[in-house]
């Protein structure tokens, strides 16, 4: 009943910006928390910054300065705005969305499917 649809991937140059967005729809009363995971050829799918409700945030180390997260309640939707992009960046993200469902107080995770990156050094 819910879905994750994430976009805005692409290929870039290093130094270059790109910006991600989340979109979530279905029966979705609010959204708690949402992260962005991001997982390279060869490599464990890793936190790259994440957002709650009260509008805290965490980013990897590799990612702050560069990276900046957001969200728009009213559309359910949240961001990554990524600069300064480097080769080691390339990589599938992933949205990851804590969902508090209609008709329920309880949380639900749920995942996208992903948007590649590319980085050309």
């Known amino acids: 009943q819910v879905q994750v649809v994430e976009s805005g991937g692409g290929l870039v140059q290093a130094g270059g910006s790109l910006k991600l967005s989340c979109d979530a729809s279905?029966?979705?009363?609010?959204?708690?928390?949402l992260g962005w995971y991001r997982q390279a050829p060869g490599k464990q799918r890793e936190l790259v910054a994440r957002?709650?409700?009260?509008?805290?945030?965490n980013y990897a180390d590799s990612v702050k300065g560069r990276f900046t997260i957001s969200r728009d309640s009213a559309k359910n939707t949240g961001y990554l705005q990524m600069n300064s992009l480097k080769a080691e960046d390339t990589a599938v993200y992933y949205c990851?969305?804590?969902?508090?469902?209609?008709?329920?107080?309880?949380?639900?995770?749920?995942w996208g499917q992903g948007t590649r990156v590319t980085v050309s050094s």
């Open positions: 957002i709650t409700s009260g509008d805290s945030t």
């Open positions: 279905g029966s979705i009363f609010s959204i708690n928390a």
């Open positions: 990851n969305a804590l969902v508090r469902r209609d008709g329920s107080q309880l949380q639900y995770s749920y």
